[in-house]
């Protein structure tokens, strides 16, 4: 168990505020070339690291810098699939740690029928991982049919604090455009990582200016970003900016 926190430290670093990139589904937006092109691009940039699913780490290890810390996302469902908002396990702790994971990613959606599946997934990846002394990240979104505004600030509280007391080592969080940290947010006892999924970085810009450093532990970014002609330059211009604000 001690093992996850150390490796956890890792993850935040040493050198200002984490910055992670998140590619869903990314190999078949772009194909092959362009997926090796972007990660020849991300090793400019500065990035902590990857949040990725099994079968591009198995495929493209080779491609990926040593210096990144990757987390492997166990959690998946396609597009195409019914409720969108279901998650299933797709790869196992002891798979994503044989390809080589730093940690590992369950998504967790809430405020729905399928939320009691979910959290049994998570207790076991939990239980799996701790085990072995690996960090879990959980990705929170509350999604459903009990859900009327996803963003709102009462119910991003309630869900980080579950997260907290179902045994998340780092939480990831989308805020939407909102650009100022909740209450529970600016005391969340567990690493927090800020997630934002729009194709320019203003309202992370904007975040990262209003908000104390000691109240987030970094920045995750969906692959939506990468669909910019600038995104590279964005990238490397916001880790500047994250090194400069670590508390």
């Not at 493209?60 to 998650?87: C, E, M, T």
Request: with cysteine; hydrophobic share 45%.
């Amino acid at each position: 168990m001690l093992g996850a926190f150390r490796r956890r430290k890792q993850l935040i670093g040493a050198r200002g505020k984490s910055l992670f990139v998140e590619l869903n589904q990314f190999v078949f937006k772009t194909g092959k070339d362009v997926l090796l092109a972007t990660f020849e691009q991300l090793k400019q940039t500065g990035i902590t690291g990857l949040i990725l699913n099994k079968g591009i780490l198995k495929e493209f290890y080779a491609h990926l810098s040593l210096d990144w810390k990757i987390i492997v996302q166990l959690s998946a469902a396609s597009k195409h699939g019914l409720p969108y908002y279901n998650r299933t396990l797709i790869c196992t702790v002891a798979e994503a740690l044989r390809l080589g994971a730093d940690a590992v990613s369950v998504q967790l959606i809430l405020g729905n029928d399928l939320e009691d599946k979910m959290l049994q997934d998570l207790s076991l990846v939990v239980d799996d991982a701790h085990q072995l002394g690996i960090p879990v990240l959980v990705d929170l979104r509350p999604q459903g049919g009990q859900i009327v505004n996803e963003f709102d600030r009462g119910l991003l509280d309630y869900c980080l604090g579950m997260g907290v007391e179902w045994g998340a080592d780092l939480i990831a969080i989308n805020i939407g455009k909102k650009d100022t940290a909740s209450n529970f947010m600016a005391n969340c006892p567990v690493p927090l990582l800020v997630k934002f999924s729009h194709k320019n970085l203003d309202y992370c810009y904007n975040f990262i200016q209003k908000n104390a450093p000691d109240q987030w532990e970094g920045i995750c970014l969906t692959d939506v970003l990468l669909e910019q002609d600038s995104w590279s330059e964005d990238l490397a211009k916001l880790k500047s900016k994250l090194e400069r604000r670590r508390g």
